[in-house]
């Protein structure tokens, strides 16, 4: 009968980090005999792969773990938007003043911006000219309402 079940012992070295002698010392095997099994077996080989791809599996998990993060934050930001859109529609029929539309379509804008980061989609509006010529047309109406 084997003195030494070097299937385990295999395992348990080939996940250790400790060298031929640590080991040896460890498990009270002589260390030429460990020596021997580590050489024939090429252990070492085999332990610098299971590195690898440990070290593979962990940015694998570090990816999608972000990967997951970065997916529930962007929904947060779209909840929170859409919810926003929602509360600034009920406010629009309250709007008295120009300058309180001019806020209004400010944080519009910006909550629109952070909703089509989180979807992935671009910042800029294409179907819309120039927002200057917004300003522009809110300015008129201030102006409008001081002379009346």
Same mark, same amino acid.
């Given at each position: 009968m084997a003195k030494y079940d070097w299937n385990v012992?295999?395992? &348990?070295?080939? !996940?250790? @980090? %400790?060298?031929?002698?640590? #080991?040896?010392?460890?498990?009270?095997?002589?260390?030429? !005999?460990?020596?021997?099994?580590? @050489?024939? /077996?090429?252990? +070492?080989?085999?332990?610098? &792969?299971?590195?690898?791809?440990?070290?593979?599996?962990?940015?694998?998990?570090?990816?999608?773990?972000?990967?997951?993060?970065?997916?529930? #934050?962007?929904?947060?930001?779209?909840?929170? =938007?859409?919810? #926003?859109?929602?509360?600034?529609?009920?406010? %629009?029929? &309250?709007?008295?003043?120009?300058? =309180?539309?001019?806020?209004?379509? /400010?944080?519009?804008?910006?909550?629109?911006?952070? =909703?089509?980061?989180? +979807? /992935?989609?671009?910042?800029?509006? &294409?179907?819309? /000219?120039?927002?200057?010529?917004?300003?522009?047309? %809110?300015?008129?109406?201030?102006?409008?309402e001081r002379n009346s």
């Amino acid at each position: 009968m084997a003195k030494y079940d070097w299937n385990v012992i295999k395992t &348990q070295f080939i !996940t250790s @980090s %400790l060298t031929i002698e640590e #080991f040896a010392t460890q498990n009270a095997i002589p260390v030429g !005999t460990l020596r021997r099994q580590v @050489s024939q /077996g090429k252990w +070492l080989e085999e332990r610098d &792969q299971v590195e690898i791809k440990v070290r593979s599996k962990s940015i694998e998990f570090s990816v999608n773990n972000r990967a997951a993060r970065l997916a529930k #934050f962007d929904d947060d930001c779209i909840e929170i =938007a859409d919810d #926003f859109r929602k509360k600034a529609k009920e406010f %629009l029929h &309250q709007i008295d003043s120009p300058m =309180a539309l001019k806020a209004l379509t /400010g944080a519009m804008k910006d909550t629109q911006a952070m =909703a089509r980061l989180a +979807l /992935g989609a671009s910042t800029e509006n &294409q179907a819309v /000219g120039n927002t200057q010529d917004f300003s522009v047309w %809110l300015e008129e109406k201030e102006n409008g309402e001081r002379n009346s």
